[in-house]
C-alpha cells in the first residue's frame, strides 16, 4: 500500500471533469489510497457527483471523498476554497485546473454554413461562428472570461502552492481553438474588448504556462503541465444546440475524425487522457513541463493517445512574463481587497 494520493478536480461534476475523475480512477491502481476533492458551484452538484463517483469504483476500497464549493467569477469563493484545502490537507498531488467556460451567446448559422460547406473538417476545429458576448465584467470588476479561465486558475495556484511544492502537478486545460486566437493585446489583457474572450483566454493561459513553468519546477518541485482535451461533446455550449443540431455536429465530429482530424475525440472520457496521463504518467525528464502543450488526439479508429505539440515561441514567453506581472499585481490588489470587506 503506497502513501495516500490526493487529487483537486476543478469543476468536476459534469462534462471533462467528471471523465478526469472517473480515469483516474482507471489509471491510479486500487491498492494506491486515493481522496479525490470535488469541486462545484453548487452544493447538490457536489453531493451528486460524489454518488456517482462512489458508484463508478464501487469496487475499489481506499478511496475517499471530499468537496469544496468553488466559484472562479468570485476572487473570496477561491481564497475560501485555498483557506479549506490549507486546513484539511497537507499535500496535493495533483491539481486539474479544468473549470471554466465562455460566455457564449449563440450561433452565427449563415458563417457557420459558409464554414461547414468550405471545409467541414476546419469548421469543426477551428470554428469562427460562436458568438460570445463583448466586455462582460465580472464582481471583482475583472474581465469575466480572463477571470474564470486565467486569473482564476493562477491566484488559486499561488494560494495553495504550499500544497502542491514538493512533487505536487497542476494540470490545465487549454484548447486547440487558440491556433485562432487573436494577438496578445497588453493594452487588453483583461479580454474586455476581445471579441472571442474564450479563445483568446485559453491562449493566454498557454502564456501563463510559458512564463512560469519552468521556474515553477526549478524553485518550488511543483510541475505544471498543459493539456488539451481535443474536442468532446460536454454542456459547454449545448444550450445553442437542440437534438437536430447536436445529431448533425456528431456527424461531422466522426467526418472530421474520419477525414484525418486528430483532434475529435468526441467523449469527454477520451479528452480526459492527455490530462490524466500529465498528472500520473509523465515522467519530466522525458516529458518535459516547459513550453508544450499535451493534447488529447485519436486516430481515425477512435483510439486515443497522448499528442506533443504546439511549442512556446519567444514571443510567447515575453508576452506570458507581461501576463503574469500584470496577475501579480492584481493578485495584491485582491488580497488587499480581502483583507479589507473582513474587517
Ligand atoms: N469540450 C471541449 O471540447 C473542450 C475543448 C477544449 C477545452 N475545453 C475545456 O475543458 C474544460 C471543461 O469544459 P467542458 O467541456 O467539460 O464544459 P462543461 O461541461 O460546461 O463543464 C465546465 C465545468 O466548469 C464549471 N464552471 C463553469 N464556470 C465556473 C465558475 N465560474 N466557477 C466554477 N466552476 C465553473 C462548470 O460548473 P457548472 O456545472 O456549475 O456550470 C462545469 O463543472 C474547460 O476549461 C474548457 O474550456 C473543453
Request: hydrophobic content about 40%.
Amino acid at each position: 500500500m503506497g502513501t495516500r494520493k490526493v487529487a483537486v478536480i476543478t469543476g468536476a461534476n459534469g462534462g471533462l471533469g467528471y471523465s478526469i475523475a472517473c480515469r483516474l480512477l482507471d489509471t491510479i491502481s486500487p491498492s494506491v489510497p486515493l481522496t479525490i476533492v470535488v469541486t462545484a458551484r453548487y452544493l447538490r452538484k457536489a453531493v451528486e457527483t460524489i454518488n456517482r463517483l462512489r458508484a463508478y469504483a464501487s469496487n475499489r476500497d481506499l478511496l475517499s471523498f471530499d468537496y469544496v464549493l468553488l466559484d472562479l467569477s468570485s476572487i473570496s469563493s477561491i481564497d475560501e476554497v485555498a483557506h479549506q484545502l490549507l486546513s484539511r490537507y497537507t499535500h496535493i498531488d495533483y491539481l486539474f485546473c479544468n473549470a471554466g467556460g465562455g460566455d457564449f451567446t449563440g450561433i452565427d448559422w449563415p458563417a457557420a454554413f459558409i464554414e461547414v460547406i468550405s471545409g467541414p473538417k476546419n469548421a469543426v476545429t477551428h470554428p469562427h461562428f460562436k458568438r460570445e458576448r463583448i466586455g462582460r465584467i465580472s464582481r471583482d470588476s475583472l474581465g469575466w472570461v480572463f477571470q474564470i479561465n486565467v486569473f482564476a486558475n493562477y491566484f488559486f495556484v499561488k494560494q495553495i502552492s504550499t500544497l502542491l511544492s514538493g512533487g505536487g502537478r497542476v494540470i490545465l486545460i487549454s484548447s486547440i481553438e487558440t491556433e485562432i486566437a487573436h494577438k496578445f493585446d497588453p493594452e487588453d489583457v483583461q479580454l474586455i474588448n476581445s471579441d472571442q474572450p474564450y479563445v483568446d483566454s485559453k491562449k493566454e493561459l498557454e502564456l501563463m504556462h510559458a512564463a512560469i513553468a519552468e521556474r515553477w519546477a526549478e524553485e518550488l518541485d511543483v510541475q505544471i503541465y498543459l493539456t488539451h482535451p481535443g474536442i468532446c461533446q460536454t454542456s459547454i455550449f449545448a444550450e445553442y444546440l437542440n437534438w437536430f443540431t447536436t445529431f448533425g455536429m456528431l456527424c461531422l465530429f466522426y467526418i472530421a475524425r474520419w477525414i484525418g482530424s486528430p483532434w475529435h475525440v468526441i467523449t469527454p472520457y477520451k479528452g480526459a487522457l492527455a490530462p490524466v496521463w500529465a498528472a500520473v504518467d509523465a515522467v519530466p525528464e522525458a516529458d518535459p513541463v516547459d513550453g508544450i502543450v499535451y493534447a488529447s488526439a485519436t486516430d481515425r479508429w477512435g483510439r486515443p493517445y497522448v499528442k506533443p505539440t504546439h511549442n512556446a515561441s519567444t514571443e510567447d514567453r515575453k508576452n506570458g512574463a507581461i501576463l503574469v506581472e500584470v496577475m501579480d499585481k492584481l493578485v495584491e490588489d485582491s488580497l488587499e481587497r480581502i483583507k479589507v470587506e473582513d474587517k
